[in-house]
């Protein structure tokens, strides 16, 4: 089955503790994203890869890493993660199109509590 | 980042009734317009999308519109029923970096 696979679904993390959060897709895209979702503001983007080894700031990637080692994973690091850190994550992927990214197939979300 | 401003923020309608939700942006460098569908406690799935080069795009009982003189792209749902109740985020991807910005969301409640 074609699917984006996040995990955890769930994390309560302390301030300060290093968290990865992972994500792993089996469609064979090029491009693979990663958004949080806050009430009122929608999805922002914090971080995008076109391909391996290819990653580029969204509107929000402060306080965030990525890494784009193979064409499959995209794991999102929050190195020393804060309460405005709080949030619901999703990852997800996109096939190239002749004209650039298309449909975003996301993953099941990443419910994130930083205490 | 890129500005995608969304209206309205809740919408309220009587089945069978139809809904407009409307988008505006302000990159003219921007090529490509997906609305997607969240249903509650769901992931976002994609229900219809634009490219610039085309002015109007229909699925059943879904249509986009697109103006980009005046930039801004609209989904026009016809025919509601209950099963649309979700809430629609429009988006836009730039030419040159593909980053996707989206709107703030629209709550659709269709009523029975």
Request: with cysteine; proline share 5%.
């Amino acid at each position: 089955e074609a699917q984006v696979t996040q995990n955890p679904r769930y994390l309560i993390t302390v301030t300060g503790k290093k968290l990865t959060v992972t994500c792993s897709q089996n469609m064979n895209h090029e491009y693979m994203s990663w958004y949080r979702q806050d009430p009122g503001l929608g999805l922002r983007q914090i971080y995008y890869s076109m391909n391996v080894e290819v990653t580029d700031k969204g509107d929000v990637p402060e306080g965030y890493k990525v890494s784009r080692k193979e064409k499959r994973n995209f794991p999102l690091i929050l190195e020393s993660p804060s309460p405005n850190q709080t949030s619901l994550y999703f990852c997800a992927s996109s096939p190239q199109g002749a004209r650039g990214p298309t449909e975003a197939f996301f993953g099941q979300g990443t419910r994130l509590t930083v205490v | 980042g890129e500005n995608v401003e969304q209206h309205p923020s809740t919408l309220s309608v009587q089945e069978g009734d139809s809904a407009v939700i409307k988008c505006t942006y302000s990159d003219s460098a921007s090529n490509y317009f997906p609305w997607y569908k969240q249903e509650l406690g769901k992931r976002p799935q994609l229900i219809i999308d634009i490219r610039s080069n085309v002015g109007e795009k229909k699925d059943q009982r879904i249509a986009v519109t697109l103006n980009k003189t005046a930039k801004h792209f609209s989904l026009h749902i016809t025919e509601t029923q209950p099963e649309d109740s979700a809430v629609y985020f429009c988006a836009r991807e730039g030419v040159n970096d593909y980053k996707l910005s989206f709107g703030a969301g629209t709550t659709v409640t269709v009523r029975a």
